[in-house]
């Protein structure tokens, strides 16, 4: 490995862990997200990213979070906790494109 050794420890997925599992509601966060994510932990959406990448266990982490944020804000935008237009914008970053799509077919006869 080249270039500055790595900050990911064993501590710093703990962290990450705890935001996810309910942690990110102590630090004021309505739904968990990467933004949160890295500033709860000192690190950039970079570094996340590329720890997603090398670090398997760190990758199902950044998995969980992402579920939950659909998840919570799918729920709460149905409940009208939350600003539905507010979600409906956030979709194209929770959505994987296996799971929802903003399009909608257009059936026209020929």
Known sequence: ???????YSEEIQAKA???VDGGFADVGDV???LAGLAVEIGLTRETLYQWQKE??????TLARLRWLQER???????????NSTIVSCCWP????P???SRRTPV????
């Open 55 to 60: 670090k398997p266990r760190f990758s199902d």
């Open 31 to 33: 739904v968990p997200s």
């Open 93 to 96: 970053i929770t959505a994987t």
């Open 72 to 82: 919570l804000s799918l729920n709460g935008g149905l409940k009208g906790d939350m």
């Open 98 to 100: 296996t799971s929802w």
């Open 107 to 110: 059936l026209t006869e020929a």
């Open 17 to 19: 862990d705890a935001y």
């Open 1 to 7: 490995m080249t270039g500055r050794p790595t900050k």
